[in-house]
């Protein structure tokens, strides 16, 4: 039987056959899409042909480990949230985790409708940046690029790119758009996020709303 398609998509990335199917079935049974990375690699190329709308990943992982796998997805622009599910408790581990851009934190063994709790919430907090994000595909529209390389101090180039930031694209996004590399995308993305001043990528369009609101108030 068909699934629709505006189910949320969760990839759930855990190499432990049974625990795999088991999370996947659950989740289905939640009423989300849910598929199955059995190692690193696999992941990776799976977010790369479509990103999540969730993702509930495992650290220990073969062929690439799941530390590299947030790390490298984090470096490419995916903003989906990350629910680590491991068997690793220390408390170091899960700092190094969510500094990495883990969004969340699981110690196996788990409760199941924990496990779910916490996926809906991660997904009600990500629906909540899209609105935002939405109100910032507005503000970016309303300012030119000139203005936005001049009040930032950016490139006409690393200008494109905040626009596309606030409206909440990803690297690779972002590289098709301009028609660049992703490494080029990511490169310029790291450099607009030291020049407009904001740690994350999600600060983007309320610290250009927040600028175009300023010029609006000069201009009264």
Do not use: W
């Amino acid at each position: 039987m068909s699934q629709p398609t505006n189910q949320p998509f969760v990839l759930v990335v855990e190499d432990q056959d049974d625990l795999a199917e088991a999370l996947a079935l659950n989740l289905r049974r939640d009423g989300y899409r849910a598929e199955v990375a059995r190692d690193g690699l696999h992941a990776l190329y799976a977010v790369g042909q479509r990103e999540p709308d969730l993702i509930i990943l495992d650290l220990g992982l073969p062929r690439v480990d799941g530390m590299t796998v947030l790390q490298r997805i984090r470096a490419d622009g995916v903003q989906c949230p990350v629910l680590v599910l491991t068997a690793r408790g220390a408390a170091q581990d899960r700092v190094d985790g969510l500094h990495a851009g883990a969004d969340d934190y699981v110690i196996k063994p788990f409760y199941t409708l924990e496990l779910l709790a916490r996926v809906k919430a991660l997904l009600r907090r990500a629906a909540t940046r899209s609105r935002s994000a939405t109100s910032g595909t507005e503000t970016s529209t309303a300012y030119s690029d000139d203005a936005l390389a001049t009040r930032f101090g950016l490139t006409a180039q690393q200008a494109r790119v905040a626009r596309l930031l606030a409206e909440g694209l990803s690297n690779p996004e972002i590289a098709a758009a301009l028609d660049i590399s992703r490494f080029t995308a990511r490169n310029h993305a790291r450099e607009v996020l030291a020049k407009i001043g904001v740690p994350a990528r999600a600060r983007v369009a309320a610290v250009l709303r927040a600028a175009l609101e300023s010029q609006r108030g000069t201009r009264e």
